[in-house]
């Protein structure tokens, strides 16, 4: 019987570190394919341009994400507009947004979302918002990010100029707060780098099943292919059912970049209740996704993982269980190596590299328990619908 426990926890980690053998080589596929040249700056066509944010009581840090934009490059980009969603603010954010669109160097629109529920569609309140910022922009390439990031310079071309090529119709980058500070800050850059680094490696072979809203851009065509935001399953990571719904009608490419320059920077959550709150959300739209193939890989991964770190106590008695959590350890270990080497991180980053990949295995596991258990979800000051049994 010991025998075969032990070749059964042999299986396992190997099997674990296979999957994520095929990550990493997904990555490099992503990175080989991500390449940004300046002739596509000069494409045929006219390239218009909407920047989508929604906003509910942003009053504090829209003015950051207002002054990173007002220095974006848009050389390459014909016509550009700011969309800002006032989702129903009871603080500033609608007159600051009327401030900021008088001396603005492009259009900026401001769009009221109304009480009533989208007709026939049930949607989390983001995806509403979504909805309602789509039908109001005028352009063909839709670029999302939120009212708490700021973005660097080549952020909208990066994102937006692939667009000439025909065949795109989605593409989305890496989001990554800033990590100064202290751990809980610190810890929140590596860990959005690093599960931007799963869902880009599972892009690499044309599997594309999740993404961060923050940082993503369609084609208008692509987005109505799919009856748009209000057309799209019920799921609280309204952006990775986006994605999803876009790859499966096999019409267009959905790409990831790797590309530094295509970085957002969100500002981090400052309290470990709210940091948990976050990433169930999250967990729960990817263990209970609509889209089965986003469902069954990150349930292998995420499952695996809090299994690998529940049987760490037993292993004291029966050691060759310790493999299972070996493998968990070397794999995570091996993706945060890549996405540290595509973004540059530096020495700060790679010296809490291995401290990073041992909490997140027990705040992963701890995250995928209170998932389990239907732990209510939260967006801002919402509470969100249930999403489970699938």
């Given amino acids: 019987m010991s025998s075969l426990l032990f070749i059964i926890c042999v299986a396992l980690g190997a099997g674990i570190l296979l999957v994520h053998v095929a990550v990493l080589v997904g990555i490099v596929i992503a990175g080989s394919r991500d390449r940004f040249r300046e002739s596509e700056a000069s494409g045929d066509g006219v390239l218009s341009v909407s920047l989508i944010v929604p ?117 989305f980058g890496t989001v990554m707060p800033s990590g100064t500070g202290g751990f809980l800050r610190q810890y929140q850059s590596f860990d959005h780098l690093f599960r931007y680094y799963y869902t880009a490696g599972s892009a690499g072979f044309g599997n594309p099943t999740g993404g961060f809203g923050n940082n993503i851009a369609v084609r208008r065509a692509a987005l109505e292919s799919v009856g748009g935001f209000a057309a799209l399953r019920y799921s609280v990571t309204e952006d990775a059912e986006l994605i999803a719904e876009v790859r499966d009608t096999h019409r267009w490419e959905v790409k990831p970049t790797l590309s530094p320059e295509s970085i957002v920077w969100p500002e981090p959550q400052t309290h470990l209740a709210d940091m948990v709150s976050q990433s169930v959300r999250w967990n729960t739209g990817g263990l209970y996704a609509p889209d089965r193939a986003a469902r069954y890989s990150y349930r292998v991964v995420m499952l695996f993982l809090f299994g690998s770190v529940v049987a760490v106590p037993v292993a004291i008695f029966f050691p060759p269980l310790f493999l299972t959590s070996a493998g968990s350890f070397l794999s995570m270990t091996a993706v945060a190596v890549a996405a540290s080497i595509y973004c540059r991180r530096g020495f700060r980053f790679w010296s809490m590299l291995l401290p990073n990949v041992l909490f997140s295995m027990l705040f992963y596991s701890y995250v995928t328990f209170l998932t389990l258990a239907h732990t209510p979800i939260r967006w801002k000051d919402r509470l969100l619908g249930e999403q489970r049994g699938r």
């Fill in 55 to 171: 906003a509910r009581n942003e009053e504090r840090l829209l003015p950051r994400l207002f002054a990173s934009l007002e220095k974006v490059d848009l050389s390459g980009v014909d016509r550009f507009e700011l969309v800002v969603i006032n989702d129903r603010s009871t603080d500033g954010t609608e007159s600051l947004t009327e401030d900021f669109a008088r001396t603005a160097p492009w259009p900026v629109r401001i769009v009221q979302v109304p009480d009533d529920p989208l007709p026939g569609a049930r949607a989390n309140p983001k995806q509403r918002a979504l909805h309602y910022g789509t039908i109001t922009a005028e352009s063909e390439v839709l670029l999302f990010t939120d009212a708490d990031c700021t973005v660097g310079r080549q952020w909208v071309r990066r994102m937006t100029l692939p667009f000439r090529r025909a065949r795109l119709g989605l593409i």
